[in-house]
């Protein structure tokens, strides 16, 4: 993560009148019970605008939270003096700010910036830890439940859709050019697939920006499992993935798509909508994405699942009902991505003849 440096930094850098120091005393004191006498008195719209959660969820994240090792263990200083419902709202703070630096939560929330880098650490690796009870693959009901829908809006035997966004950062101290996407920011690739309600139901991240989504497909997990994963149904997914029998991706157009082909991508991209409106929500609800200042690559991918589990805990409230005791980080290891990956173009994809022939005949029904 960033340096954390010691709080007294904050005073060294102020003005050294009595006028400033009335200044910082003041902004201090004004700040010193802030969850007890300002928090407390948000009503739920306020509430729910600050930390992204209504006050239901974030009391049963807390208790599940003060229950773990991650609270429980290393309870020293002015951190362990911190009770478990302030870190879960100081996290919560934290991630729904993009602007919120670490010296402005510790500040607003006064704690020392060490307790606030704690914090964020626990509760990241405590939130992304639990993500095999919260980023899961759905069952067959829940499956037929989304192929309705998708049925519904167009598109039958979908069961979700697929893409890759940029989740910039800081630059690198390892290998920083291969994290230079196309638009020439640092990056990190996440990989998505959301059901019909903008659920996460698969989640891959840590690839660096200059990597092509295919690329990062066919080095992820669920490339292989597809068939498995998906049964009679597939996946949708945009020009930059290949088309596979449980991947259905558009036609190519070069100006010559006949009017059956046109229709297939229209159709295909009215559902595909879903996935662009999950990474919307997923950003504008945890804004600390728009721009992660961490360093360490691993922490920076275990915040952005945390943010996924988060997501997904404000979509399903009825989560933690379901959720086993067992959440060691064991169940929820971050793969390791290759490094010096190097900058890549558009790959030309070899399309699979049997995912052709489904096509097509996916591209017949819905010209009916």
Not at 1 to 25: E, K, P, Q, T
Not at 55 to 69: F, G, V, W
Request: aromatic share 12%; charged share 25%; with cysteine.
């Amino acid at each position: 993560m960033s340096d954390i440096h010691d709080s007294d930094d904050f005073f060294a850098s102020s003005s050294s009148s009595d006028d400033g120091l009335d200044l910082i005393n003041n902004h201090k004191i004004k700040n010193e019970r802030f969850i007890e006498e300002t928090v407390q008195q948000y009503d739920c719209e306020t509430y729910f605008g600050h930390f992204r959660i209504s006050r239901h969820l974030t009391t049963r994240i807390t208790d599940l939270y003060r229950e773990s090792n991650y609270f429980k263990k290393n309870r020293h200083g002015q951190f362990g003096k911190i009770p478990a419902d302030d870190q879960v709202l100081i996290f919560m703070w934290f991630v729904g700010h993009q602007t919120a630096s670490f010296r402005d939560v510790a500040d607003r929330f006064n704690i020392t910036l060490s307790s606030l880098h704690r914090i964020i650490e626990r509760l990241t690796y405590f939130l992304s830890n639990y993500s095999p009870q919260i980023i899961k693959w759905p069952n067959d009901e829940e499956k037929r439940e989304s192929e309705i829908s998708f049925r519904a809006n167009g598109f039958p035997m979908a069961i979700g859709a697929i893409d890759g966004c940029h989740i910039k950062i800081d630059k690198p101290d390892n290998d920083p050019d291969s994290y230079i996407n196309r638009k020439g920011y640092y990056s990190i690739q996440m990989q998505v697939v959301c059901d019909h309600n903008r659920k996460i139901i698969d989640f891959f991240a840590g690839y660096p920006g200059s990597v092509h989504d295919s690329r990062v497909f066919r080095n992820s997990p669920i490339c292989n499992t597809l068939e498995e994963k998906c049964g009679p149904y597939f996946l949708l997914g945009d020009s930059g993935y290949p088309l596979q029998t449980r991947l259905m991706t558009p036609f190519k157009d070069r100006g010559q798509l006949t009017r059956k082909q046109f229709n297939y991508n229209l159709k295909l991209s009215q559902n595909r909508y879903r996935i662009e409106h999950c990474f919307g929500i997923l950003k504008q609800k945890f804004r600390q994405l728009y721009h992660l200042k961490f360093r360490n690559i691993t922490k920076i991918v275990h915040f952005m699942r945390a943010c996924c589990v988060l997501h997904n805990i404000a979509i399903d409230d009825e989560f933690l009902e379901e959720i086993s005791e067992d959440f060691s980080a064991s169940n929820a290891q971050i793969q390791a991505v290759p490094q010096n990956q190097g900058i890549l173009e558009e790959e030309d994809i070899e399309e699979d003849q049997d995912a052709k022939r489904i096509r097509d005949r996916i591209v017949d029904a819905l010209f009916i």
